[in-house]
């Protein structure tokens, strides 16, 4: 009689850290083939964890994709860096995220450290292999396969995606059997109002320059459907902490606010796949990334 084996379906969370910008969330994106997480050239784009669930006929890989690893100067900082190490004590597997045009410094090392304190297996994934700076990545794998702590190494583009098949590879060789932990179709586990303020955050990030990326943050104040017409109704404010960015979001004549505007609009208008008209405040709140209070009003917590 044949004999019937079926592959043991396999099942877990996976970490992705790293220094800010070297493309966790680009990676995120181009793994669950979907823009779930913002990505901007600006350092510390992602604040909080986001779950992205990647189910196949016999895997299911949760991602966690994480803030920054850095030293933080600011409560948001540290809440940024809390949400990081918590992820690699929620992950089964670590990815560590290095960008091949960038020396290892003392960031690194302090990740490398809170890897092996972990104690979970760990790949370290090269990535921004199509940019120049793969010339380095030889002598850069050899720095840290030389720390012992990782089980494989692999050299990635998470821009042309060059390479992440045999990433996806390499984490389900490593998964344990385990269960579905969510739906088929479950992709997140962050609600509707987080993707919508992080569609505003993003066109602040990519339209400002110098310290305004840091210092916005945006709370949804409302998101309502117009009976019998087929559209939402999204007010939302923008926060930032001195009087001077607050111009600087604004514009002349109003032509910033209106930009960030349209283009946050149309991303929502494909979330949420209706016609969207979108209200948008800007106020104050000073020193908010110093405030326990603010930080809790705008989930970071
Ligand atoms: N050339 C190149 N740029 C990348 C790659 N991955 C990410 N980036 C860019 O690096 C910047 C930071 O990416 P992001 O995913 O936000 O980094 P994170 O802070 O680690 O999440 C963005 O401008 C990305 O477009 C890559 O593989 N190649
Ligand atoms: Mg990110």
Do not use: C, W
């Given at each position: 009689m044949a004999k019937l084996v079926l592959d043991p379906f396999k099942s877990g969370f996976v970490a992705i850290v790293g220094k800010p910008n070297v493309g966790k969330s680009t990676i995120l994106n181009y793994l669950l083939g979907t823009d779930l997480a913002i990505v901007t050239s600006k350092p510390e784009t992602t604040r909080n964890k986001i779950l992205g669930t990647l189910t196949s006929k016999n895997s299911q890989i949760n991602f966690i994709d994480t803030p920054g690893m850095h030293i933080p100067h600011t409560l948001l900082g540290r809440h940024m860096v809390r949400q990081a190490k918590e992820a690699l004590q929620e992950a089964d597997i670590v990815l560590a995220v290095i960008d091949v045009t960038k020396r290892l410094d003392k960031s690194d090392y302090a990740l490398f450290d809170a890897i092996k304190d972990s104690a979970r297996p760990s790949l370290l994934v090269i990535n921004k292999m199509d940019t120049s700076g793969k010339k380095f990545a030889l002598p850069l794998i050899e720095e840290c396969v030389k720390t012992g702590i990782f089980k494989d190494y692999i050299p990635i583009s998470a821009r042309t995606g060059d390479n992440t098949k045999a990433l996806t590879h390499k984490?389900?060789?490593?998964?344990?059997?385990?269960?579905?932990?969510?739906?088929?179709?479950?992709?997140?586990?962050?609600?509707?109002?987080?993707?919508?303020?992080?569609?505003?955050?993003?066109?602040?990030?990519?339209?400002?320059?110098?310290?305004?990326?840091?210092?916005?943050?945006?709370?949804?104040?409302?998101?309502?459907?117009?009976?019998?017409?087929?559209?939402?109704?999204?007010?939302?404010?923008?926060?930032?902490?001195?009087?001077?960015?607050?111009?600087?979001?604004?514009?002349?004549?109003?032509?910033?606010?209106?930009?960030?505007?349209?283009?946050?609009r149309m991303n929502i208008e494909k979330q949420l796949g209706k016609k969207v008209f979108l209200q948008l405040w800007v106020k104050v709140r000073d020193n908010w990334r110093r405030d326990p209070n603010a930080l809790k009003m705008l989930g970071y917590t």
């Open positions: 984490i389900f060789e490593l998964l344990s059997e385990g269960p579905k932990f969510f739906p088929d179709d479950y992709l997140t586990d962050r609600p509707r109002e987080f993707f919508i303020a992080e569609a505003i955050r993003e066109q602040v990030l990519k339209k400002t320059e110098e310290e305004v990326p840091y210092s916005v943050a945006v709370f949804i104040d409302e998101i309502k459907k117009i009976p019998k017409k087929n559209v939402y109704h999204v007010s939302a404010t923008v926060y930032i902490e001195r009087p001077s960015q607050k111009a600087i979001i604004i514009g002349k004549r109003g032509q910033m606010l209106k930009a960030i505007g349209e283009a946050a």
